[in-house]
C-alpha cells in the first residue's frame, strides 16, 4: 500500500485523508504506535530512567562531547552508566580488532597502554568479545580511563562473555548507548554503534583485521570523520592481519611504538 501523498491536500480534507489511511486495517499498527506515544509523559520516562539508575544528556547540554557532535547523523541522546565526565576528553583512542583476536592483540595493547604517558588517553570500545574486551580489560588493568559504546539499551546485554566487564567499566568508567534501556539487540544497530566509537574519538587503531573484517566498518566511518586511522604491522602470510595490511596500503599509519600514536594527541 502506497504512503498517501497528504502534502498536496490541506487543512481538514489532509487530516481526513491521513485518518482513514492509517485506520485501514492493514496500518493499524501504525495507530497503536501513535497514542502509545501521546501517552509518554516526560514525568514517567524520568522515574523509569531512575528506577533502572540510568542517567542522559543532550546533544544540548554541556557535557556532550564535542567531538562527537561533529559527525553526520550524531545521536541526540546519549544514555549512560558511569562517569560521564569521561566523555569530554579529547585524548579518546578507540581500539577496534577482530572478535577471536589472538595474543597478538594482547601483547600489542599491553605493550602500548603500559606505557607512563597512556595514562592521558581514554580508551573507547564496543565491549565486544576479542579486541574490544581485551582494550577495555587493559585499560582498567593499568587505571586508565575507558568508556563502552554499546548497540542495545542497558537492560540488554551481549555477548554474555563480557557482562562482568561491562559490570566494572559502570563503575569505574563510562557505559554509553544512543538507545532507550529496553532496546534490544538487532544487527544493523552494531555499525550504527560503530560510528558513535570513531565519532568520539581524535583516533582508531586497528589490531587485528581479516579482509572482510566488521572493523572495515568503524575504520570507514573513522575516514569519513577526519580521524586518525592507526594500524599494527602484520605479516602478509596472516590472514588476521590481512586487513592491516590492506588500511597501510590505503595510508593508515603504521605504530611500532605508543609514540607513533602520542605525538598526533601532542602528549
Not at 75 to 100: Q, S, T
Not at 158 to 185: D, F, M, Q, W
Request: hydrophobic fraction near 40%; charged fraction near 20%; aromatic fraction near 10%.
Amino acid at each position: 500500500m502506497a504512503y498517501p501523498n497528504v502534502i498536496k491536500e490541506e487543512g481538514r480534507k489532509k487530516d481526513s485523508y491521513l485518518c482513514e489511511w492509517v485506520n485501514r486495517e492493514e496500518n493499524v499498527h501504525l495507530l497503536r504506535k501513535y497514542y502509545a506515544f501521546i501517552k509518554l509523559d516526560h514525568n514517567d520516562i524520568i522515574k523509569e530512567l531512575q528506577k533502572l539508575k540510568v542517567s542522559y544528556i543532550t546533544y544540548m547540554d554541556s557535557e556532550y562531547p564535542v567531538l562527537l557532535k561533529e559527525i553526520y547523523q550524531f545521536p541526540l541522546l546519549l544514555f549512560y552508566k558511569g562517569n560521564i565526565k569521561l566523555i569530554n576528553n579529547m585524548h579518546h583512542l578507540a581500539v577496534v580488532g577482530a572478535r577471536d583476536s589472538t595474543s597478538y592483540t594482547q601483547q600489542s595493547l599491553e605493550f602500548l597502554l603500559s606505557n607512563d604517558k597512556s595514562k592521558y588517553l581514554t580508551i573507547v570500545s564496543g565491549l565486544a568479545q576479542g579486541a574490544d574486551a581485551m582494550a577495555h580489560q587493559i585499560a582498567l588493568k593499568y587505571n586508565l580511563p575507558t568508556i563502552a559504546v554499546l548497540a542495545f539499551g542497558h537492560q540488554t546485554h551481549y555477548p554474555k562473555s563480557t557482562l562482568a566487564l561491562r559490570n566494572k567499566i559502570e563503575e569505574k568508567g563510562l557505559v554509553i548507548s544512543e538507545y532507550p534501556p529496553h532496546t534490544p539487540i538487532a544487527k544493523y544497530r552494531f555499525p550504527e554503534r560503530n560510528r558513535i566509537i570513531s565519532g568520539l574519538s581524535k583516533g582508531v587503531l586497528i589490531t587485528e583485521a581479516k579482509e572482510q573484517s566488521g572493523s572495515h566498518i568503524t575504520i570507514d566511518f573513522a575516514l569519513e570523520q577526519n580521524r586518525n586511522v592507526y594500524v599494527l604491522p602484520g605479516s602478509m602470510f596472516n590472514p588476521m592481519t590481512k586487513g592491516n595490511l590492506l588500511r597501510i596500503q590505503e595510508g593508515a599509519k603504521v605504530v611500532l611504538n605508543a609514540n607513533d600514536i602520542f605525538e598526533d594527541y601532542y602528549i
